[in-house]
T-cell receptor
Framework: KNQVEQSPQSLIILEGKNCTLQ??????????LRWYKQDTGRGPVSLTI?????NTKSNGRYTATLDADTKQSSLHITASQLSDSASYIC???????????FGDGTTLTVKP | GAVVSQHPSRVICKSGTSVKIECRSL??????MFWYRQFPKQSLMLMAT?????????EQGVEKDKFLINHASLTLSTLTVTSAHPEDSSFYIC?????????????FGPGTRLTVT
């Protein structure tokens, strides 16, 4: 069964600190893995998209890693800001079905 | 980047009435559009996938007669909630993908908050 599990479920950090969110998946065959940021009451916004051959991809203060062998990905946020408070969703695309499997998200709260 | 809009952003309707939500890709042609619903503190749940000019494919458990989806052009898809009930109150989000440059990428709209009274 195709699954995407994210951890932790929620996280609280102080402004300026770094944090790392985890995503483990069992989706096969794998096409790509995407990280989205979803602010409360808004649609998800793409942060990174990674294919099988990519290990690391950065987008400003966001850096995603992918280990296709262990089927794990992480999203590292550097020097967090209050505006980083949101839900971060990991999504994996299955090549055959052309369908995406969504993780339940990690809710990040950045406090001053 | 690619932009997807939704209209309206919020809608309140009475039980038994129908509501139409529009999803538009503003600067690219969306060969595939997806409709999701999201309940508070939960992840997005795919309702249906639609390809331009063909019937939508609904996920198991989603009533096709209740949630009517039309993808009449490469830039517009609509979701109509028919005979709405309070349990249909939710956050509805569309996403779109299409074109070689956008292969496999999904761009999400800002969502529509539906409240049925």
């Amino acid at each position: 069964k195709n699954q995407v599990e994210q951890s932790p479920q929620s996280l609280i950090i102080l402004e300026g600190k770094n944090c790392t969110l985890q995503c483990n998946y069992t989706v096969s065959p794998f096409s790509n893995l995407r990280w989205y940021k979803q602010d409360t009451g808004r649609g998800p916004v793409s942060l990174t998209i990674m294919t099988f051959s990519e290990n690391t991809k950065s987008n400003g203060r966001y850096t995603a890693t992918l280990d296709a062998d262990t089927k794990q990905s992480s999203l590292h946020i550097t020097a967090s800001q209050l505006s980083d408070s949101a839900s971060y969703i990991c999504v994996v695309l299955n090549t055959n079905a052309g369908k995406s499997t969504f993780g339940d998200g990690t809710t990040l709260t950045v406090k001053p | 980047g690619a932009v997807v809009s939704q209209h309206p952003s919020r809608v309140i309707c009475k039980s038994g009435t129908s509501v139409k939500i529009e999803c538009r890709s503003l600067d690219f042609q969306a060969t595939t559009m997806f409709w999701y619903r999201q309940f508070p503190k939960q992840s997005l749940m795919l309702m249906a996938t639609s390809n331009e000019g063909s019937k939508a494919t609904y996920e198991q458990g989603v009533e096709k007669d209740k949630f009517l989806i039309n993808h009449a052009s490469l830039t517009l898809s609509t979701l109509t909630v028919t005979s709405a009930h309070p349990e249909d109150s939710s956050f509805y989000i569309c996403s779109a993908s299409g074109g070689l440059a956008l292969l496999y990428e999904q761009y999400f709209g800002p969502g529509t908050r539906l409240t049925v009274t």
